[in-house]
C-alpha cells in the first residue's frame, strides 16, 4: 500500500489568513484526492488532483477558495485561503491503491483551527 | 446522489465481546469500503468489499450487492478497536468518487 506523507499535522490559524497543505506519496499515482471531515462529521471529497491538469471541484468548492497544485506523480498542495472559523476542519489527502485495487489510502490528515 | 446509511450510529462493547455494524446503500454500486478512524484520526482502509465476504484476523465483511447492504463483523473486540468505521460507496468502478457513511462510533470498554 502506499505511504501518504502530510504536514502540517495540525495549525492554528488567524481568520482572514490562509494555509497550504503538503502530500507526498511514495510511489507515482495518476490522482490524489482531498477530503474534508468537519468536527464530529464524516468525510466530504473537496476535489481530484490530476497531473498536468486542472483539479476537478466537487460541488460546494471552489478553486479560489481551494486551489490545488499538482505539479508531478507523487505530490500535491492543497490551500486553504482567506479561512475563517467554519472552516476548522480535518483535511485529508488520500490515493488509490495502484496495485489493480482500488482501495483508498489516507494521509495522518491536517488537523485546521481557525480563530 | 448515492444514499450512505449506517446503523447502529453509537455502540458500547465489553472487551471480548462480537459486533455487527451495518451499511445500507440507496443505488447499485461496484465498489465499497470499510474504514477505521482510530482516536488519533488516523484513517485506515479495512476492506475493499464490492460483493463477497472477506476475512482479516478478526475482522470480517460481506457485502450482498443484490440487496444493497454490506456488514462489517468484529469478533473478541479489544480497546484498540475503538474508533469510527466508515463505510464508502461508489457506483462506478475506474474512476469514481466515494460516498462515505456518517459513521459508526465504536467504543470498547476494558
Known amino acids: 500500500s502506499a505511504v501518504i506523507s502530510q504536514k502540517p499535522s495540525r495549525d492554528i490559524c488567524q481568520r482572514g489568513t490562509s494555509l497550504t497543505i503538503q502530500c507526498q506519496v511514495d510511489?507515482?499515482?495518476?490522482?490524489m484526492f482531498w477530503y474534508r471531515q468537519q468536527p464530529g462529521q464524516s468525510l466530504t471529497l473537496i476535489a481530484t488532483?490530476?497531473?498536468?491538469?486542472?483539479?476537478?471541484?466537487e460541488s460546494g468548492f471552489v478553486i479560489d477558495k481551494f486551489p490545488i497544485s499538482r505539479p508531478n506523480l507523487t505530490f500535491s498542495t492543497l490551500t486553504v485561503s482567506n479561512m475563517s472559523p467554519e472552516d476548522s476542519s480535518i483535511y485529508l489527502c488520500?490515493?488509490?491503491?495502484?496495485?489493480?485495487?482500488?482501495?483508498?489510502?489516507f494521509g495522518s490528515g491536517t488537523q485546521l483551527s481557525v480563530l | 446522489g448515492i444514499q450512505v446509511e449506517q446503523s447502529p450510529p453509537d455502540l458500547i462493547l465489553q472487551e471480548g465481546a462480537n459486533s455487527t455494524l451495518r451499511c445500507n446503500f440507496s443505488?447499485?454500486?461496484?465498489?465499497l469500503q470499510w474504514f477505521h478512524q482510530n482516536p488519533w484520526g488516523q484513517l485506515i482502509n479495512l476492506f475493499y468489499?464490492?460483493?463477497g465476504t472477506k476475512q482479516n484476523g478478526r475482522l470480517s465483511a460481506t457485502t450482498v450487492a443484490t440487496e444493497r447492504y454490506s456488514l462489517l463483523y468484529i469478533s473478541s473486540s479489544q480497546t484498540t478497536d475503538s474508533g469510527v468505521y466508515f463505510c464508502?460507496?461508489?457506483?462506478?468502478?475506474?474512476?469514481?468518487?466515494?460516498?462515505f457513511g456518517k459513521g459508526t462510533m465504536l467504543l470498547v470498554s476494558p
Open positions: 488532483a490530476n497531473q498536468g491538469s486542472e483539479a476537478t471541484y
Open positions: 464508502a460507496v461508489a457506483r462506478n468502478s475506474g474512476y469514481s468518487t466515494l460516498t
Open positions: 443505488d447499485s454500486v461496484n465498489n
Open positions: 468489499i464490492p460483493s
Open positions: 488520500s490515493v488509490e491503491d495502484g496495485q489493480g485495487s482500488e482501495k483508498l489510502f
Open positions: 510511489s507515482q499515482v495518476t490522482m
